[in-house]
């Protein structure tokens, strides 16, 4: 069983992730912009800045409420989750993940999973 972080415990968490990615692509985008581009998923006005931007101002930026990344999948997702999934009890997650994006996307087609960024 695992215990549930509590919401302290959750914000810390997503702004250890935010400083982490934004580093990360920083310093992409300083050596090898066209690939951190595409591997991180951004655009402008984001990728300029980013690539300029002192500790000061990424530390700003993620402790911001919310995630500053976006998971992308393909547009077709069930086969690459499933081959990630390790028992029946992970492909049922896979299909509940699936089933919550759809409710949150009405206009969505069902077979469509989380549309690639």
Do not use: K
């Amino acid at each position: 069983m695992t215990a549930l972080l509590s919401p302290t415990a959750l914000v810390d968490s997503i702004q250890r992730l935010n400083r982490a990615y934004l580093h990360t692509a920083r310093d992409g985008l300083r050596v090898q912009p066209a690939l951190a581009r595409a591997l991180f998923g951004i655009e402008a006005p984001l990728a300029p800045w980013l690539a300029t931007a002192d500790a000061e101002a990424i530390e700003r930026l993620a402790q911001l409420p919310g995630t500053r990344f976006q998971p992308r999948l393909p547009t077709q997702p069930q086969r690459l989750l499933a081959a990630c999934a390790r028992s029946a009890d992970d492909q049922a997650l896979v299909a509940l993940h699936l089933l919550l994006h759809q409710l949150s996307d009405p206009d969505a087609d069902p077979g469509d999973g989380p549309a690639a960024s």
